[in-house]
């Protein structure tokens, strides 16, 4: 069981991720920007943080970058939900800090395989 | 484990609808000669967030539709294509496919291809029109039975052509980088999940591993070769290492069959020569899909990525903060709002029994009561509070309407809106629609004039039509204004002679000639236009404006405009009531629609031509509708001076009339509740409430009683 | 194969499912009866809040724990004569679905008399009493325990239907 924040400004996709997530055994929280996930991530000690990447106030890139520089979220694996196959956003939240990506749409099942590489 | 993902569609439509207004209201304001790159970034990010949703649960119509407008907004973001009106149009046109689309996968179905290709094919002509980039193929929709792993289960064309066999293994060098973990790639996860695969062999080396002075904690160190004992297809290992691929260097050899073990031992160097070729295959993207999408978006021809989000960001970071919001089902709000209504009178029975001699007395009682009286009032304003959503939800559709049908008329009008932010009940902003939907088009359509009219009329070539919300005193007021021809209060009268709504000989002034537009049967174009007239009358406008307990006002200035007030109680729950005694009855006059009470002198009354009475109060005379007659009170004295009793001054839609009462009671704030429920609708009666002793009163409609008033005065006109 | 008398007994079995509760109540001379189904509660008189332009049968509105509910007078609404309200006098009030909700009416009636177990089955219809409009809103008779009951149509009598 890992604690995990799920950041989307999509309501339907951070309900999806975090209840499949909490249906796999994992505690969620939940953002809707980046900026909003900073704050909370620095306020707490996460496992994981799956985010989504193009949010307003704060795109997931920039949170990522910034969550990286924290000392408490160096090794921390950090996924972006992503539609662009496209290679630049995959380097450029890799350059940025990310430990990788799942690409959108994705179900459940996927989510789940996923998360549990990640987590070991 | 399973996750029905149906659960989520109620959620996804809310923000997909709430993401189609972003868009549309995106497209209105843009100003396509000088477009802010953040309007465009908001309205990518609605289209690509709807994009994503729909393609996640299934809706392969909205997730194609999406991804088409998706490439074409992503070029006008990266400055690879213009903008301008025609674009702008093809893309509002987009607005009401993704609409329609939506609307139909609300009830799990489809567009049929020949409407799609409707709403779509504006778009695809429109990227191919361009010399630009190909839009990448469409997009993937996930289903539920996709393999989790993602793998495809195909042996890669040139491993099995270079050799004319399969591979029975692997051979793979990974050599992470430094700063690998510290992105949260773990170098044994990887392993780990190589070892799914088959029975793996690892070996590492650890040469690299600094003296302990030089020893960097956060940093990787070691390199592995494992070999797979067993066959996978390359893309599958590929898959695993595709996160850091970037971030190691990784050969992947196959292993042949031929190859006995001493031989594999006595070619090291073939294997060295292997892991170069691996490596440059790595560090040229090839996994599948991936050539086109770079194609589309080639490094060298837009800023870099890391620059174009810093750019952004203090222009959003700016930006309002998105308060936080829960989504309730009405019916529990509502459910709630009874519930403090109960309460309100349980408050008010308590107040009254307080007033019993023996308790006057007991101060603390008689604290405790009043604080539960401004307790229970707090309580149900913030209980109401909930049921108010910003008049914008109305508003909304404004811009494109006027934009549209001003292009469809060759007009050129604006639209000018105020007060967005008002709030109304809910209620009210689903019943005002239609009617508003009706007289703004009224305006664009009959009011404004063609552009030849306005320079002939020395006017300015554009037109304007104004849209303000505002509260006044427990009201709110909605006016739909324009500087159009107006209205001519002769030709009005001549056509309602002419139609037979009124007599031939009938004199009106300049306001009742208005007046007549409200008329059933009555319409200010001889031939309804397909605009404006879709069997709507305003006649029904102002039936649904009553209905909602409000009032409407025209008034017209030949040549210079004209400006419909809608007045409307700003909730339908509570109001402020003056309560009048007839008799031993109680009745409930709303407060907002007083002007002022009074006890009039003999010298102030007057019997006009023995029928009709007024009272003359302050140069003007007013007419009395005496209420026990109105409302046949069984009893009264029908004949009782004015001067005995009181007369209530109301005002509806700017006509003053008096109400006789016998005696002022108290005023209070009351629930609303409806007689329709178990009983049916009463003439001059708006609906009930309860006292405070548990009796039920009635609420007076003083719109109902001045039609009342209104056929006492033809009767007077009859007789005169 | 079943025999004829297990098939006589499922008949009987049948007919005792089928007898349903009504509640009865006097009017006058007479005694009414009603389905229980759609009797919701009984309330004893209280005064009411008047209506104007309303039915002359019709009392006005009372307040049932924060509904508005109306009253009529059931002996004015089948033609006849007055009669002065005593502690006795009680409103039935009734739960009538109509196109998917319900409405709740009351009814005054003179006095309550029996909850009766009847079998519809055995209502005949009303004989022509030649009082009117009392044969307009019965349904039929039954007799129970040697006293004839006029099964009222309630929906008729509450312009309900």
Redesign the interface.
Same mark, same amino acid.
């Not at chain 1, 400004?9 to 996709?13: F, G, K, L, Q």
């Given at each position: 069981m890992a604690k995990i924040l799920a950041v989307d400004?999509?309501?339907? +996709?951070r309900? /999806?991720v975090s209840? =499949?997530l909490k249906?796999?055994g994992h505690q969620v929280d939940e953002a809707?920007?980046g900026?909003e996930a900073l704050t909370k991530a620095k306020g707490d000690r996460y496992d994981l943080i799956i985010t989504?990447v193009? +949010?307003?106030? /704060?795109?997931g890139? =920039?949170f990522i970058r910034n969550l990286?520089a924290e000392s408490a979220y160096?090794?921390?694996?950090?996924l972006m939900?992503t539609?662009?196959?496209?290679?630049?956003?995959k380097?450029?939240g890799?350059?940025?800090?990310?430990?990788?990506?799942i690409v959108?749409?994705?179900?459940?099942?996927?989510l789940?395989?996923t998360i549990k590489?990640?987590l070991? | 484990m399973s996750v029905d993902l149906s659960r989520f569609h109620g959620v996804f439509f809310e923000e997909s609808y709430e993401a189609v207004n972003t868009i549309e209201t995106g497209f209105l304001d843009i100003d396509v000669d000088n477009v802010d790159p953040e309007e465009i970034n908001t309205i990518f990010r609605a289209a690509h967030s709807i994009k994503g949703g729909s393609a996640t649960f299934g809706f392969t119509q909205v997730a194609e539709f999406t991804h088409v407008m998706e490439n074409l907004l992503d070029q006008i973001r990266e400055g690879k294509r213009g903008l301008n009106q025609d674009i702008v149009d093809v893309l509002l046109g987009s607005v009401d496919g993704l609409r329609a689309m939506l609307a139909s996968a609300k009830s799990n179905e489809q567009l049929d291809q020949e409407e799609f290709a409707a709403f779509i094919g504006p778009l695809d002509a429109l990227l191919d029109s361009n010399d630009g980039p190909k839009p990448t193929p469409t997009v993937s929709v996930t289903a539920a039975e996709t393999d989790p792993s993602g793998v495809t289960p195909e042996v890669s064309e040139d491993e099995a052509a270079a050799n004319g066999e399969t591979p029975v293994g692997w051979r793979i060098v990974f050599t992470p980088h430094k700063e690998m973990m510290q992105r949260g790639n773990d170098p044994l996860r990887l392993i780990r999940e190589l070892a799914e695969l088959g029975p793996c062999e690892v070996e590492s080396d650890a040469s690299l591993i600094p003296e302990w002075e030089h020893f960097e904690p956060l940093n990787s160190y070691i390199s592995w070769t494992i070999r797979l004992n067993k066959y996978a297809p390359r893309t599958s290992i590929e898959e695993i290492f595709s996160w850091v691929e970037d971030e190691c260097d990784l050969a992947i050899v196959p292993v042949l069959p031929e190859v006995s073990a001493p031989e594999a031992a006595a070619s090291n160097d073939a294997a060295a020569e292997s892991v170069m070729r691996g490596q440059q295959n790595v560090a040229t993207p090839v996994p599948a899909g991936r050539t086109e999408a770079e194609n589309s978006s080639p490094a060298e021809a837009s800023p870099s990525p890391a620059e174009k989000v810093t750019k952004a960001k203090p222009k959003a970071s700016s930006a309002p903060a998105e308060s936080q919001s829960i989504r309730v089902d009405l019916l529990k709000v509502d459910s709630l709002i009874n519930m403090v209504g109960e309460l309100v009178i349980t408050q008010s029975m308590l107040n009254m029994l307080s007033e019993d001699e023996d308790l006057q007395g007991n101060e603390r009682l008689q604290q405790g009561l009043l604080q539960l009286h401004r307790q229970t009032r707090a309580l149900q304003e913030g209980v109401m509070q909930i049921r108010m959503l910003p008049i914008s939800f109305c508003f909304n559709r404004f811009p494109r309407m006027v934009r549209d049908l001003s292009r469809q008329l060759s007009k050129d009008i604006e639209l000018v809106m105020s007060g967005e932010n008002t709030e109304v009940d809910k209620t009210v902003i689903e019943k005002i629609t239609d009617p508003l939907v009706h007289l703004v088009r009224n305006s664009v359509d009959h009011g404004i004039e063609t552009l030849d009219e306005r320079r002939a009329a020395g006017k300015s070539e554009n037109g304007t039509v104004y849209l303000r919300a505002y509260h006044q005193v427990g009201n709110i007021i909605i006016e739909v204004e324009d500087d159009g021809k107006g209205m001519d209060p002769d030709a009005l009268t001549a056509k309602a002679k002419r139609k037979g709504l009124i007599t031939e000989d009938a004199i009106l002034t300049d306001a009742q000639a208005l007046d007549l537009v409200f008329l059933p049967g009555f319409s200010t174009k001889e031939e309804a236009s397909d605009l404006s007239g879709r069997g709507v009358g305003m006649d029904v406008v102002k039936r649904n404006v009553q209905a909602l307990g409000g009032s409407i006002v025209l008034e017209s200035e030949l040549g210079q405009g004209t400006r419909f007030t809608i007045r409307l109680p700003l909730t339908l729950a509570i109001m402020d009531g003056q309560l009048v005694a007839i008799e031993d009855e109680v009745y409930v006059v709303p407060l907002v629609s007083i002007i002022e009470s009074l006890q009039p002198y003999q010298d102030m009354v007057n019997k006009v031509v023995g029928l009709q009475e007024t009272i003359k109060l302050r140069g003007q005379y007013l007419p009395v509708l005496r209420l026990a007659e109105a409302l046949q009170a069984p009893g009264a004295d029908y004949q009782k001076p004015l001067t005995e009793g009181i007369v209530v001054v109301v005002e509806h839609e700017n006509r003053r009339f008096g109400l006789f009462v016998d005696d002022l009671l108290s005023q209070q704030q009351i629930v609303i509740k409806t007689l329709d429920d178990n009983y049916r609708p009463v003439p001059g009666v708006s609906g009930a409430t309860i006292l405070g002793d548990g009796r039920v009163a009635l609420i007076l409609d003083v719109g109902g009683l001045a039609q009342l008033q209104n056929q006492a005065d033809m009767n007077y006109a009859d007789a005169g | 194969m079943q025999t004829q008398d297990e098939k006589q007994e499922e008949i009987d079995q049948e007919a005792v499912e089928e007898s349903e509760e009504f509640l009865t109540f006097r009017l006058g001379q007479e005694e009414y009866a009603v389905s229980i189904m759609r009797v919701k509660e009984i309330r004893a008189w209280e005064p009411v809040t008047r209506v104007p332009h309303a039915k002359p049968w019709e009392c006005g509105l009372i307040n049932v724990r924060g509904a508005i509910v109306p009253i009529i007078d059931l002996r004015k609404r089948i033609g006849l004569a007055d009669l002065t309200y005593t502690k006795h006098t009680v409103v039935i009030m009734f739960g009538l679905e109509n196109a998917g909700r319900e409405r709740v009416q009351g009814a005054v009636v003179d006095a309550l008399t029996d909850v009766a177990r009847l079998l519809p089955s055995q209502v005949q219809p009303s004989p022509q009493l030649n009082r009117g409009r009392q044969v307009h809103f019965a349904q039929g008779v039954v007799e129970h325990e040697g006293r004839m009951i006029v099964m009222l149509d309630l929906l008729k009598a509450l312009d309900a239907g």
């Open positions: 400004d999509s309501a339907s +996709m309900q /999806m209840f =499949t249906g796999a809707s920007n900026q989504d193009n +949010m307003p106030v /704060m795109d890139i =920039t990286r160096k090794f921390t694996p950090m939900l539609t662009e196959s496209g290679a630049d956003k380097a450029e890799k350059a940025a800090g990310a430990t990788g990506w959108k749409p994705f179900n459940p099942d996927q789940v395989a590489k990640v070991g | - | -």
